[in-house]
């Protein structure tokens, strides 16, 4: 089963409007968290680390 969690850099708990994250096998799996049955987009590991290194940099 796959455990989705917010983003701590969309808003937060309450917030409806942010993405989700989960620890897939292959990779990062991110969503929409109001449009969730449009599925996922699922990227490897370095990529996403390289994104969030980028976004804690201000680049993003």
Partial sequence: M?????SSYTGGGS???CVEVASL???IGLRDSKNRDLGKLEVRREAFAGLVARVKRGEL
């Fill in 2 to 6: 796959i455990k989705w969690r917010k």
């Fill in 15 to 17: 917030d409806e409007a």
């Fill in 25 to 27: 096998r292959e990779g």
